[in-house]
């Protein structure tokens, strides 16, 4: 098993390895010709010597490590010599020479996102076809959110205010478990359009990890605190966001991700005509505002803001910035 930030990463070493292949090659890089899987390693065509194009795989990545479960993820080609954690090959691939900071980011964005759950009671009988109303998920209990009712300061980090929190009933976990390891959570539920919690997002405290329960079909976040006479909403990526939005004095809802065709059907019901765009400025981000467009253009009045600092999110900035960002028809 592979650990990033001494975090399980939730895909068997092959996973990474084929998915990073699948990303160097949509941005026009061919690496990785060829694996070959053995008992406690992956041989690869090396992504270091004659420019990334060997034949026969002589690269190879430690996959297990019984003596030391936290020490795979190493790196060595018999050919060229090279040596170095799994991260700091990906840095590389991607053209960077940061002691894998960036293959950390991209081990964290691809595999720690969406990850098991492990409360078996959470999540019964997906098997209802998406678009059709609330599955049947058993609702998550008073009992159970009043556990997480604790204000942590992290809330006030990502600038919540008490108001905010109380309206979202944003809560703390220090005890959530994912694989073993003990991570100290923000919760915030996730409510249908009834007010019942349908499941938990969770935002690591110390780590740049959000937690959805695996396979939940998710809803728009905020529909049930939305006033009723909202005429304009903002349309936001992440919870966060969203929450952001509100803090500065707009309405706003998350698609807890880039969207989904159960999302604009909710959308689409809802009584509202204008709907403001603030994706993150990435291309997951452009990409999810044209599907939106495409989805919504011919019901609604759709709008866009766009940061144009591109490492910067909604939550990143302050008031002014805020409400002086350009919006786009
Ligand atoms: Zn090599």
Redesign the pocket.
Known sequence: MLFVNNLPVLATPFEVLQELKAQLHANGIERFAEFKIGVNNIQFS?P??KDGQ?RRP??GLLTENPKDPHNTGLVH?F??G?SATIEEMISHCFGYDDIGNYGREWLVKNFLTISVEYRKDLALNFARKLGQEACAYEYISEYELNRYRYIHSYMYKRKLTDEIIEKFDVGYDKDFMLKDVRIPCITFPVRDEQGRTLFFVRRAIHQKLFHYPEGVNKPVYGLYELPKDAKEVYICESVINALTCYVYGKCAVALLGTGTDFQYEQLKRLPVRNYILAFDPDSAGRKASERFKKALGKYKIITEVVIEDKGKDINDLSYEEFINLKKYF
Do not use: F, G, V
Request: with cysteine; hydrophobic share 10%.
């Open positions: 090396c270091i010597h060997e002589s690269c080609c050919t060229c090279y």
